[in-house]
């Protein structure tokens, strides 16, 4: 029975989706958009269980102290003080004693990754509680920011934002920018006249890389463009197209297994 | 007690403002008062339909050109569409307006609330009441509009007593259709009940804003269909393939002999677990960013089972960092089951399979990061990969692992075989489940592509062939999908 | 084993570290050294040029700003260079953006072309010298920014109907019909022509719901990846103009004679696919060249 269940489930809202695309009825969308919430739902409860997965991988690397482990702490108070951040807000002119209650956050997560790796933990822990009414106390009798649970106006909160604006965002743009050395690298090893399949390959891609090229004599732009346009649209294009077909008919076939439970590689039974 | 009196006096006040609202809005008919206009020809035979193929709440409106749309002294500008509504849906809307002030305030925003206008005069009652007494407020208020709406397909029956012609939306000259498409929630003020009586109307408008009214088109009924016709070759052509499939499924099960050609990416892995073991460098598995439900995840699964297998038997260490939680929750009890199978659940550790983070590029570097501390002997790419898919094998490249990779973004399959030892292009990815278990009934399901396959390329050639003719476009035709 | 490599043997196998060496000192040098590239404009963008500049005052145009920053680099300068030649004519615009942090990147492009629209400048394009006066850009008359909303095809869909129907209300909270160049503004009928600017799918909801069912001149901006995947329907006529990726801004700013961030980085992409194409030439004279000893070694 517990092995029959999931196949049954599958097989049934496989089988509902499939029809469902047909059925334009008001009745059937209610119960796609129903069963879309789910998903949603069922996802944001993963999320708390990937959340937890990260803790753990990274408080086991600090407990055996391995390779890089003090990088761990980065991701951990990264994690917890971006949401704290996303939360509050400045109410009055100043952030009155916010920077403190922002330490103490740390130190109460510092303290409370130590308990749990640490074999003293009556010491940690007692530590940790310290933190926490230090914590309590500012959130409670300070007046200059608030919490915001059900707005948006953490979102504008200016530590927040510039973390994500100066500390983010560039971070993401630079990994992105590595694009640029590895494309070189690879265009590098790739293009090697190996055989006469490589060559046709070569020279197309000289070809499509020469058409932004400004410095080239007369009569010759128009060649190389229009040449590379046909590359692009005419061989680039059909074989795209046959791997797209390729691709269509593995995703209606798969699905159909899925649904049918001859395909249970997902569920660890392959 | 105190909240229910409150809405009672909310109510009072509202509908009390009603009479008010009807005189004072501009969007009430006022054909009545430009009588001395000189009036151009109005729009002739206004009929309409249930949109078809839909949901419900919609009807498609057309009219015949007023003659003097394009010409004549009275050159008319445009067309002003009317319905008519019973005062039951004016209320409802007042009520419903006051929902939405609610929910502002209850936002903390009040942006779209003009001074002066009706909203900031309701805002400035609602603005003295609490939180909680809010919430309950609207609740009431809400229950109110919903027990209203079911009594709206009767109120329209009272035609043409008891209501008001409200403006609808406009159409510049020369546009003879307009598809009125209500909205479905009972919360919205566009909500347009089904099976009840709709009338409309179209007036022509001039320059100096003479009206003339075409016929009066009703009583019509709107309703929600149990079939989307246009979506009928898609039923034939999922019916088809599924036949088939079946049929070659049977097929193999009978002991038929199938073929498939071997993949060079699935080989390689036996030798790749092989060549880590040896090296005592572990094997980094990386499911790509695609969710659950995308197709190539669910075959990556099914390969991870194999190598999750493969790795306990001879004692290896996986590494499997994920993007998504609910891929993470899956490939989890994947990599354990097949601990299991392989007689070794004891070996199975929880951080094996781990989650790191759902923004692409931070993403990028934690593998980056996994990659290049810890040396894995190999790595897997299966799965959906975006720009991040050379930057991961440019990376595993640099650090000496063999690659083997299997992506269905066609965009990043270049990359995947510059920079990888083995690539699995597209469909092979699908594939490799079947070619893995050679279980006659997976491997029936490919038969059935390559049937498949077979007649597009029949109806592609017949289709090259019939626009040599000018046939080509009714040819295309048969296959239209409309969504 | 080092000392029997010989020059052909290293060109082949350089490690690619000295590849990335070479690749960012020649980013930084034309980066940072200020000298200007001739830029050969195409008729796709050449063709966006002209329906824009032959477009009279007070007409309208949307752009859709429906990039991320990750696709800043390749995008903003195309936004920067439109919309500054469409407001320098007096063209009123509606910003709308369908992508998540697409509105952060209207927003600063709106503030920065409006300082710089605040100086007088002349431009000299089709032969002709065109001069303009500074002026104020204003919220409202000059442009109308409808913000964000999620599900593209869908608000693709609704504003083919009435701008109303998603965005009651602009970016800034103002709603629509108090603003003044939105009186009688509807849909896409009054609007001239639709200028997406889109690093990923949101292109083809514009296509296939959008010029397929309202049939307005759409002209697009792509990245320079997704470029190829779009030539078919320039062909089909769907699309009347394709900039693709920074060479089509720069285009554009060459067009336009109003040289900005794209032809600045034009001399770093130019140059860096110089280096490419050295080292793959490379790499190909010592494959041959070690192939050839190894036949002669062999022989």
């Known amino acids: 029975m517990k092995r029959q269940l999931p196949f049954l489930l599958v097989f049934i809202f496989g089988a509902f989706m499939t029809i469902q695309y047909y059925i334009p009825h008001e009745s059937s969308e209610f119960v796609y958009t129903f069963l879309l919430d789910w998903t949603m739902i069922i996802g944001i409860f993963a999320l708390a269980l990937g959340i937890w997965s990260l803790y753990q991988v990274s408080v086991e690397k600090i407990k055996h102290k391995k390779e890089n482990w003090v990088y761990s702490y980065v991701t951990l108070f990264g994690l917890f003080i971006m949401v704290v951040l996303g939360f509050t807000f400045k109410v009055g002119d100043s952030w009155g004693l916010y920077s403190v209650f922002v330490i103490a956050l740390m130190a109460f997560l510092y303290c409370l990754i130590n308990a749990s790796i640490a074999k003293s933990k009556g010491l940690w822990f007692g530590l940790s509680g310290v933190a926490l009414v230090v914590l309590l106390g500012i959130a409670y009798f300070d007046d200059s920011w608030g919490v915001a649970f059900m707005t948006s106006e953490g979102l504008r909160n200016t530590m927040f934002t510039n973390f994500a604006d100066f500390v983010m965002t560039p971070i993401l743009a630079t990994m992105f920018a590595l694009l640029a050395f590895f494309i070189a690298s690879a265009a590098y090893r790739a293009f090697r006249a190996r055989n006469v399949l490589a060559s046709l390959l070569l020279v197309s891609a000289i070809i499509v890389m020469l058409r932004f090229n400004p410095y080239m004599p007369f009569g010759l732009p128009e060649l190389i463009a229009e040449l590379s346009n046909w590359l692009m649209n005419v061989p680039n294009l059909a074989a795209q197209r046959a791997i797209v077909i390729g691709i269509g008919l593995g995703i209606v076939a798969t699905s159909l297994k899925v649904i049918l439970g001859i395909e249970r590689g997902y569920m660890g039974k392959g | 007690m105190k909240v229910k009196l409150l809405f009672a006096v909310i109510l009072l006040l509202l509908l009390s403002s009603l009479s008010f609202a009807q005189d004072d809005s501009a969007e009430i008919d006022t054909s009545a008062v430009v009588e001395e206009l000189v009036l151009p020809a109005p729009p002739g035979n206004l009929s309409g339909v249930d949109k078809p193929n839909d949901h419900g709440h919609s009807i498609d409106l057309s009219w015949e050109l007023s003659p003097d749309d394009g010409g004549g002294l009275n050159t008319v500008l445009q067309y002003d569409i009317y319905h008519w509504v019973p005062n039951l849906m004016l209320e409802l809307n007042l009520v419903r307006d006051s929902i939405s002030v609610i929910q502002k305030i209850i936002r903390k925003t009040t942006n779209g609330i003009i001074e002066g206008s009706q909203a900031d005069s309701m805002k400035k009652v609602f603005e003295k009441l609490s939180r909680s007494e809010l919430f309950d407020v609207r609740n009431s208020l809400t229950e109110y509009v919903k027990k209203g709406n079911k009594g709206l397909a009767e109120a329209c029956k009272s035609y043409p007593e008891g209501g008001a012609w409200l403006f609808l939306d406009k159409k510049p000259s020369g546009t003879s259709t307009f598809d009125h498409i209500g909205s479905k929630e009972f919360k919205s003020s566009g909500f347009v009940p089904d099976f009840a009586n709709l009338y409309y109307r179209v007036d022509a408008v001039t320059a100096d804003g003479a009206k003339a009214s075409s016929n009066i088109l009703g009583p019509i009924q709107s309703s929600g269909q149990w079939y989307n016709t246009f979506r009928t070759p898609v039923v034939f052509s999922v019916l088809l393939f599924t036949l088939l499939t079946v049929f070659f499924v049977q097929k193999a099960r009978k002991g038929a002999d199938l073929y498939v050609r071997p993949l060079g990416g699935i080989e390689a892995v036996d030798d790749a677990i092989g060549r880590a073991t040896e090296m005592g460098r572990p094997i980094l598995y990386v499911l790509g960013l695609g969710s659950a439900a995308d197709i190539a995840t669910i075959a990556s699964f099914t390969i991870l089972g194999r190598v999750a297998k493969k790795v306990a038997e001879y004692q290896t260490e996986l590494l499997v960092p994920t993007y998504d939680p609910i891929v993470m929750t899956v490939a989890q009890e994947v990599v354990k089951s097949a601990y299991l199978d392989a007689g070794r659940p004891d070996a199975y550790k929880e951080d094996t399979v781990h989650f790191v983070t759902q923004s692409q590029f931070a993403y990028v570097a934690a593998v980056n990061g996994i990659m290049l501390r810890e040396l894995p002997a190999t790595n897997i790419y299966m799965g959906k990969f975006f720009a991040e898919s050379l930057i991961l094998a440019e990376t595993g490249a640099l650090a000496g692992s063999i690659q083997i990779s299997g992506t269905d973004e066609i965009a990043q399959i270049p990359f995947f075989i510059v920079a990888c030892d083995y690539t699995l292009i597209g469909e092979e990815l699908y594939a490799a489940s079947a070619y893995l278990g050679k279980e006659p009934v997976l491997l029936g399901s490919l038969k059935a592509q390559d049937y498949a396959k077979a007649a597009i390329i029949v109806l592609a050639v017949i289709g090259v062939i019939l626009a040599q003719f000018d046939f080509g476009t009714e040819f295309v035709n048969l296959f239209e999908v409309v969504n | ?299």
């Open chain 3, 1 to 299: 084993m080092t000392e029997h490599k010989n020059i052909f043997d290293k060109m082949m196998t350089l490690d690619r570290r000295w590849v990335f060496l070479f690749l960012i000192i020649v980013c930084v040098a034309t980066y940072v050294v200020d000298f200007e590239i001739p830029i050969n404009t195409e008729p796709e963008v050449e063709s966006i040029f002209n329906f824009l500049d032959s477009l009279p005052e007070n007409d309208i145009v949307l752009i859709a700003i429906d990039y991320d920053p990750n696709n800043l680099a390749e995008l903003h300068p195309m936004t920067y260079a439109v919309v500054e030649h469409l407001w320098r004519k007096k063209v009123k615009i509606i910003f709308t953006s369908l992508s998540q942090l697409g509105p952060a990147m209207a927003d600063q492009a709106i503030r920065d072309i409006s300082d710089s629209l605040k100086v007088d400048k002349t431009y000299n394009y089709n032969g002709v010298e065109h001069n303009f006066k500074g002026r104020e850009i204003v919220n409202g008359v000059d442009y109308t920014f409808l913000g964000f909303k999620p599900y593209y095809a869908l608000i693709i869909l609704g504003m083919g109907q009435d701008f109303r129907l998603n965005f009651p209300s602009d970016y800034y909270g103002t709603p629509l019909d108090d603003l003044p160049m939105m009186q009688g503004v509807i849909n896409y009928d009054q609007v001239a022509c639709v200028v997406d600017l889109s690093g990923g799918n949101i292109t083809d909801a514009w296509i296939s719901y959008g010029q397929g069912r309202f049939n307005f001149p759409l002209m697009l901006g792509l990245t320079g990846v997704m470029v190829s995947q779009y030539y078919p329907f320039l062909g089909s006529g769907q699309v009347s103009g394709i900039m693709g990726g920074l060479l089509g801004a720069a285009q554009y700013e060459e067009l336009a004679d109003n040289p900005g961030r794209a032809k600045d980085g034009m001399r770093v992409q130019l140059y860096a696919h110089y280096v490419i194409i050295l080292f793959i030439i490379l790499g190909n004279i010592g494959y041959f060249m070690t192939r050839r000893n190894r036949l002669k070694g062999g022989n």
